[in-house]
């Protein structure tokens, strides 16, 4: 059981970046940038390439490099060429694909032996124990986390904030919409990359595939953390996606252990909760109108 919850601790602390990706993009910004996906890839494939020469450290900045160019052809189809944020999102997760097969020497998958990792190098210290693996994934977590919270309360920070909110506004403010956009995603894939760069190290593979469905996943993990805390400042929601990723893990491993759900309907399971608590609020308005009008209806005696 103990194996279990470090599992999920760890895996739950390293995927919340992805919904800490999701919360600027999704919920900052309003824009469903579907290139979280190969950006996860990108950032894994990137990260364990230069693992492989040697250099641990530096293949995680490179792919968080990785992971922003990648959001930023996202956001240049949107601002300057018109194209829709759902189908710039889908033309860059699928320009990714040979992009992620080029970084890993055109092959599916690439893998560490006996080169070092960040965690290898953390392990050979002595630090942390059997928990050196948490340790430094969480020190990463809470560092992306601060910053996130303290970049959303400068004026740049506002002003994207802003352009989420009303982008008529912002122009009318002399604040460019196009560049807040950029700047938003190209960040948010930068977490994503990072998420993908620190799962490539940490299980020395990267996969081609290994990103399908994170955006969902990510997604339930940002639902389940605002479920519990609500939505409100930006610490509060970076606190929400971490506690919601390590619920969503933790809910993973007993499913696993436990075969309550077949794990082939694991995926579906995600989906239809992910589903439900985005419509969540319409349904509830639509009960709440047709009550109203119900009870209309009676007062008036129909």
């Not at 020469?53 to 949107?78: C, D, R, Y």
Request: glycine share 10%; charged share 10%.
């Amino acid at each position: 059981m103990l194996f279990i919850a470090q599992t999920a601790l760890e895996l739950g602390f390293v995927y919340a970046l992805v919904s800490m990706a999701l919360y600027l993009s999704y919920r900052v910004l309003d824009i469903a940038d579907l290139t979280t996906d190969a950006s996860f890839v990108l950032g894994a494939a990137v990260s364990v390439a230069f693992a492989a020469k040697g250099h641990p450290v530096i293949g995680i900045f490179a792919a968080m490099t990785a992971g922003s160019l990648a959001g930023s052809v996202t956001a240049v189809l949107q601002t300057k060429m018109g194209v829709p944020s759902i189908l710039a999102g889908i033309i860059t997760n699928t320009g990714l694909y040979t992009i992620n097969l080029l970084a890993m020497g055109w092959s599916s998958n690439l893998s560490l032996l006996k080169q070092k990792t960040i965690f290898t190098m953390l392990r050979d210290t002595g630090i942390g124990g059997n928990w050196y693996e948490f340790l430094l994934i969480s020190v990463i977590v809470i560092l992306a986390a601060l910053f996130l919270i303290w970049f959303l309360s400068t004026r740049l920070g506002l002003s994207i904030r802003a352009t989420g909110d009303n982008k008529d506004m912002v122009s009318a403010s002399s604040i460019n919409p196009g560049g807040m956009i950029t700047i938003g995603l190209c960040i948010a894939n930068a977490y994503t990359a990072l998420s993908g760069a620190v799962v490539g190290q940490m299980q020395k593979a990267a996969d081609i595939n290994s990103g399908t469905g994170i955006v969902v996943v990510g997604l339930a993990c940002l639902i389940i953390g605002e479920t519990i805390f609500g939505k409100g400042k930006a610490s509060k929601s970076m606190v929400a996606v971490i506690v919601g990723s390590v619920i969503y893990r933790l809910i993973y491993a007993i499913v696993l252990k436990t075969a309550i759900v077949p794990i082939e309907c694991l995926k579906l399971v995600t989906a239809t909760i992910v589903a439900l608590a985005i419509a969540a609020p319409t349904m509830k308005n639509k009960a709440k109108l047709n009550k109203q009008k119900t009870d209309s209806m009676k007062r008036r005696g129909i």
